[in-house]
C-alpha cells in the first residue's frame, strides 16, 4: 500500500460540540475609587462561590476515579461540566445511573491524550514513529471502549438496552478513524518502532538494493579478514564499523598487507588498526548513499502520515472529548459507589397565583440523612486506611467501614416544605449552622454536575441556575474593606445578579454592625429576596428575623439543636423552630469566670421584658423532652421490628429449608421405585425370556399350561414388589401413649410430617417437638406414634400408591388358547425403549416422529404413543396413521382411564 497524497475528508453534526460550559474562568481583579464596591460578573461571583464551598475539594475526589489523563487534568482543575440546564443535569445523572449498571468498568487502557500530537501535526510538524503510534493506539483503543459498550448492552433485552442508551449516545455519533488507524498500521510497526517496506515501493526498492550490497560489503570483508587471520594479522578474523563504514582489524605491523587501505581508527594501544580495503571503498559509498535515501524516503512516509492527522484534526479531537465524557461518567459512578450515594431527584420552579396573594408555589427540598462529601471522604479515607493496614488490602466495604473507631460525620436533614423562599437558621455558635448551608450548597452542585449524594432513601431538590454565597470574612486591607462594608458589598453583587431559579446561602446576615442596624437591614435584604430568588437560606443570631414567618408564609424558621445536659451542639436541625443562641450557657461549659457570667445574667433581665425569653426557653426544653421521648418509642418500634423480621426471616429460612427436604425425600423415594421397577422388568423379561424358548419346542396342548405357569410367575413378582399392606394414619385412641425425648413421632397438624420430641408432655397436655430448625409446642393429643414398618421400611402412601399403579401395569396374558396372536405378544409393560412421547409436537413433526417409530419396532411387539388429549386434532392423527400403517396388526387404548396413551400391536 502507498500512501497517496488525497486525503480522507471527514463530516460531523455541528450540533454534536458540547454543550456543557467548563467553569473555572480567570478572575480580573480591579480598585475602584471609594466609596469601596467591588465589581464582579455572575461567573466570578460563582467561582467565588466553588472556592467557598471548596469544590475543588470535591473534583480531586473525582479525578482519583479516572482513567484517561484527560478527564484526570479536567477534574483536578475543577473543571468538571455542570449542566446549564435542567435537562443536560439529568443527562449527567442518567450517564452515572447506566455506568453504575455495567456488570463491569469500562477499560480506556491505551487511551491517550494526543491533542497536542494532533495540534504539531496541523502546524505542520513532522511526528515520530512512537508519536504516530499513539495516536493509532488511541484510536484504536476507544473504538475498543466502544464496541465494549455495545458487547454489554446486546446482552440484555430491548428494555435493558435502554439501560445503556445514555452512555452509548455519547460515543454513537463519533468517527472512530478506522482508514487513517489502518493507514498507520499498514506503515509503521509499532511494536518494533520501524517503518515497514510496504509503506512505499521507493523505500521497499531501496531496502532491497542495500540489503544485497550489505551482503556483498560482509562476504568480502569477512574474505579479507580471513586472509589476514591466516597470514597472522590478527588474532582471530574481525569486521567492524567505523565511521558509518564497514572495514576490518589488523595489526599496525601488518597494514602492508592491505594497499591502498584507507585506516579509519585504531585501537587505544595502537597496535590495532581499522582498516577499509580497496575494493570496499565502492561498497561503502553505496551503502552511505542508500542510508541516506532511506532516512528521507523514511521522513516522507512520516511526513504523509503526520498530514493524514492533520486532516482529520477536527474528528480525533471531538473524539475524545466524547470519551473524556464517558470516562467522567465511569468515575462518578465508581464515586458514587466510595460515598455509598443515591441518585437526587431534581425538580424545576412553578408558580402558581392565589386569589388572596401572588404567593409562588416555587421550590421543595427533601434531603435525609446527607453527610458533608468531605468530611465523609476524610472519614471513608481513614477506615480504608486502618482496613488496609489490618487485611493487608484495601476493599473499603461499607459494613467494615463503620467498625472504624473515628466518629462518621453527623447526617443531616434538609426539609423545606413547598412554597418557601427565605430559611432563618438561628442557633448557638459552632452548631452546625455553616456546615448545613455548604452542604446543602454542594449537594445543589454536585447534582448540576450528575454527582450522586451520600444521603438517604431518594433525595428530591430544585436545580438551581446560580449557587450565590456570602460565608466567611470578606475583610480587604488592599481595598479599604472593613468586616462589614465586604460582607454586604458581597451581599449587594449577589443581589443584582440572582433570579428565580437561583440559590443564594448568607452565614451571619447583618453582623458586624450595630445589632439594631443590623436587625433592620437584614429584615429588609431578606424581604427582597423572597420576591428575587428561588431558595435563600440565611443564618442569624437575631431573634427579630425569625418573626418574619409571622407576617408572609414565604419565610420559614429553622433551629440547630443545643444539649442542655451536656451544653453541646447536637448538629440536628430543628425545621420549623427557633433557637438560642445559648452563649452564656457555652461560655459557662468552656470555664468563663462565674462572676462575669452572673453579671451577664442580670443584664439579660433587663433586656427582657416580662420573661418573654425565659418563657420561650422553657417552652423549647419541654419540645425538646417531647421529642426525646417520641425518639425513644420510635426506638422501641423499631427494636420491636427488628425482633419480628429476624423470626420472620428464620421461618423463611426454615420454609426454605423444608422445601429443599422435600425434595431429596422425593427423590429418594424415585429412585427407589426405579429400582423396584427395573427389578420387576428384569425379573419379568427373564420369565418372558423362558415362555419364548419353551413355546418353540412345546405342543399345542401344553401351550395353555406354559402360558399359566408364566402367568403365575409374573404374579408371584408382582406380588413380591407390592406392599404387604395398608398403611394408614386414622383416629385411634391415643390416650394411653406417652412420647418420649429424642422419640420420632408424627404431627397431626404439620400434615403428619415426622418431627422429633425435645421436650416430654407437662402438666397442660403440651409437648415440645422440633421440625428441622424450628421448635413448635403441641398438644399431646395431636402427637402419633410411628408404626414399626414404618420405622424400619419408611414406606410412604405414595410409595403404595407407585406400586400399586405398577401392579396395574402387569395386565395378565390372554388364557384364550386360540388367540396364539395376541399371546406372543407378552405382557404389557411400558418401558422407556418401547414408548414414544409426541406430545407438544406439531401434527407433521408427530406423525413423521411416530412412522420412524413404528418402522424401528421389532416383529411382535407393543408400542406405547403418548399423544394426550388437547384439542384431540393430534390424537385423530395418531388413530388414522395407526389404522393405515401396515406394519400395525391393530391398536388399542392403554387402559380404561387413559385416554391420553394408545398401544399399537406390531406385526
Known sequence: MQISNSFISFTRPSNLRNSFTINGISRTSTTPPPPPRITLSSQELQTRTETTLEWHSICSHLSTFTSTTMALSLARNSRIPLGQTLDQSQTLLDQTTAALLLPRPLDFSGIDDVTEIVRGCVGGDLKSISELCAVKRTIGSARAVFEELLGISSNDDDESFDRYSSLLEILQNCDFLTELEQKIGFCVDCNLLVVLDRASEDLEIIRSERKRNMEDLESLLKEISTRVFQAGGIDSPLVTKRRSRMCVGIRASHRSMLPDGVVLDSSSSGATYFMEPRDAVELNNMEVRLSSSERTEELTVLSLLSAEIAKSESEIVYLLERIMELDLASARAAYARWIDGVCPVLTQETAVQTEVSAIENHLSVDIEGIQHPLLLHSYLTSARSVLKLETGNGAAEPEKILDNESDPPVPIYIKIKSGTNVVVISGPNAGGKTASMKTLGLASLMSKAGLYLPAKNRPSLPWFDLVLTDIGDHQSLEQNLSTFSGHISHICKILEFTSRQSLVLIDEIGSGTDPSEGVALSANILQYLKDRVGLAVVSTHYADLSQLKEQDPRFENAAMEFCLETLQPTYNILWGGTGNSNALSIAKSIGFDEKVLHRAHEWMEKLMPDKQNEWKGMLYESLVEERNALKAQASRAASFHSEVMELYREIRDEAQDLERREAAIKENETQQILGEIQSAKLQIDEVVRKFDDQIKTISPDQFNALVRESEAAIASIVKAHSPVDEFSIGETDNSSYVPQI??????????????????????????????????????????????????????????????????????????????????????????????????????????????????????????????????????????????????????????????????????
Do not use: W
Open 742 to 907: 429424642g422419640e420420632q413421632v408424627l404431627i397431626k397438624n404439620l400434615g403428619n410430617k415426622m418431627a422429633t420430641v425435645v421436650e416430654a408432655p407437662d402438666d397442660n397436655g403440651t409437648a415440645m417437638v422440633q421440625y428441622g430448625k424450628v421448635k413448635v409446642r403441641v398438644k399431646k393429643n395431636d402427637i402419633r406414634a410411628i408404626p414399626s414398618r414404618e420405622r424400619s421400611t419408611v414406606t410412604s402412601l405414595p410409595d403404595q400408591r407407585r406400586l400399586a399403579k405398577l401392579q396395574r401395569k402387569f395386565k395378565r396374558i390372554p388364557n384364550d388358547a386360540n388367540n396364539d396372536m395376541e399371546a406372543s405378544y407378552g405382557p404389557m409393560i411400558q418401558t422407556s425403549k418401547n414408548t414414544v412421547d409426541l406430545r407438544g409436537m406439531r401434527v407433521v413433526e408427530a406423525s413423521h416422529h411416530l412412522d420412524m417409530a413404528i418402522s424401528a419396532s421389532r416383529s411382535k411387539e407393543l408400542l406405547f404413543i403418548i399423544h394426550g388429549m388437547g384439542t384431540g386434532v393430534l390424537k385423530e392423527r395418531v388413530l388414522e396413521l395407526l389404522k393405515n400403517h401396515p406394519k400395525v396388526a391393530k391398536f388399542e387404548q392403554e387402559s380404561p382411564t387413559n385416554y391420553g396413551c394408545t398401544v399399537a400391536y406390531i406385526k
